[in-house]
């Protein structure tokens, strides 16, 4: 039996700016196609004709071996620039923009600002509440300060290296949440219960949890060939951290196969938080 071929694509996001808007278009819309593998680029900050030309240097470097057209997610604006790069590049060009704007125009009956770069007003609060999130997060990461946990908006709990500390992290930098985390240690084990000051707060606690095999392929790069790290203490650290958050009856999701926003868009659910304020 002949085996199957895996398809390789190249894959652009180009943007006038930093290019996260194309990226998570064209990562959303990329990630349908999961038997296909996408080599991609981004390439930000395009705002004039030389750097649009620039740009298709970078493409034909990057395929002029290639059979299959490369696939093009474009936020630029100007539309100058756009047709530039979409009439040069022998590309599959999404004007990620067009296909929203246009139709958008046409039902409210006003035209966009076609501004480079635009975002709905800047929210100096919001800003700044996600900079003192960040702070918080930093100084009451991994059980570093137990006091004043109260002040925390969340606590995630969980064992070592399932990923508590990343979430927190993004929770505070997206949203403004202030995020602090514990870890269970095996101290909580031997008294088989959490420590009496996560249980006096529980209500804003949540857990994180992971399958033990990915837990020791992850502490394994961090202390190779460590008991910490061994398969069997990972399946006792994990079975005994599901056991303490069971018994407390506290909420606590599986990191194992699911990525970090889409725990945190779970923890959001969970305690209503109004996700567009920022």
């Given at each position: 039996?002949?085996?199957?071929?895996?398809?390789?694509?190249?894959?652009?996001?180009?943007?006038?700016?930093?290019?996260?808007?194309?990226?998570?278009?064209?990562?959303?819309?990329?990630?349908?196609?999961?038997?296909?593998?996408?080599?991609?680029?981004?390439?930000?900050?395009?705002?004039?004709?030389?750097?649009?030309?620039?740009?298709?240097?970078?493409?034909?470097?990057?395929?002029?071996?290639?059979?299959?057209?490369?696939?093009?997610?474009?936020?630029?604006?100007?539309?100058?620039?756009?047709?530039?790069?979409?009439?040069?590049?022998?590309?599959?060009?999404?004007?990620?923009?067009?296909?929203?704007?246009?139709?958008?125009?046409?039902?409210?009956?006003?035209?966009?600002?076609?501004?480079?770069?635009?975002?709905?007003?800047?929210?100096?609060?919001?800003?700044?509440?996600?900079?003192?999130?960040?702070?918080?997060?930093?100084?009451?990461?991994?059980?570093?300060?137990?006091?004043?946990?109260?002040?925390?908006?969340?606590?995630?709990?969980?064992?070592?290296?399932?990923?508590?500390?990343?979430?927190?992290?993004?929770?505070?930098?997206?949203?403004?949440?202030?995020?602090?985390?514990y870890p269970i240690i095996p101290e909580d084990f031997l008294n088989d219960r959490l420590p009496e000051f996560i249980?006096?707060?529980?209500?804003?606690?949540?857990?994180?949890?992971?399958?033990?095999?990915?837990?020791?392929?992850?502490?394994?790069?961090?202390?190779?060939?460590?008991?910490?790290?061994?398969?069997?203490?990972?399946?006792?650290?994990?079975?005994?951290?599901?056991?303490?958050?069971?018994?407390?009856?506290?909420?606590?999701?599986?990191?194992?196969?699911?990525?970090?926003?889409?725990?945190?868009?779970?923890?959001?659910?969970?305690?209503?938080?109004?996700?567009?304020?920022?």
């Open positions: 039996m002949l085996e199957k071929k895996i398809q390789k694509r190249k894959a652009f996001f180009i943007s006038d700016k930093t290019g996260i808007t194309a990226e998570m278009l064209g990562h959303s819309i990329l990630s349908q196609f999961d038997e296909i593998i996408f080599i991609e680029k981004t390439i930000p900050f395009i705002d004039n004709e030389e750097k649009a030309f620039n740009a298709l240097d970078t493409i034909y470097e990057m395929t002029r071996d290639d059979t299959d057209k490369p696939i093009i997610f474009s936020t630029l604006v100007d539309k100058n620039i756009s047709k530039i790069i979409q009439n040069k590049s022998n590309a599959i060009f999404l004007d990620c923009f067009q296909i929203f704007i246009a139709p958008l125009e046409k039902e409210l009956g006003v035209s966009s600002s076609h501004s480079i770069g635009k975002v709905r007003s800047v929210n100096n609060t919001g800003y700044f509440k996600r900079i003192e999130a960040v702070n918080f997060a930093l100084q009451y990461d991994d059980g570093q300060v137990s006091r004043d946990l109260s002040k925390a908006d969340i606590i995630l709990i969980g064992v070592s290296r399932c990923g508590k500390t990343p979430t927190c992290l993004f929770l505070a930098m997206q949203y403004g949440i202030k995020a602090a985390n249980i006096k707060i529980k209500n804003k606690v949540f857990g994180l949890s992971i399958d033990p095999q990915q837990l020791s392929q992850i502490r394994e790069k961090r202390r190779p060939n460590s008991e910490y790290a061994s398969y069997s203490n990972c399946i006792f650290e994990t079975q005994s951290a599901n056991k303490l958050m069971n018994k407390e009856k506290i909420t606590f999701f599986d990191m194992t196969n699911q990525s970090i926003e889409e725990i945190s868009s779970q923890i959001l659910q969970n305690i209503n938080w109004n996700r567009n304020q920022f």
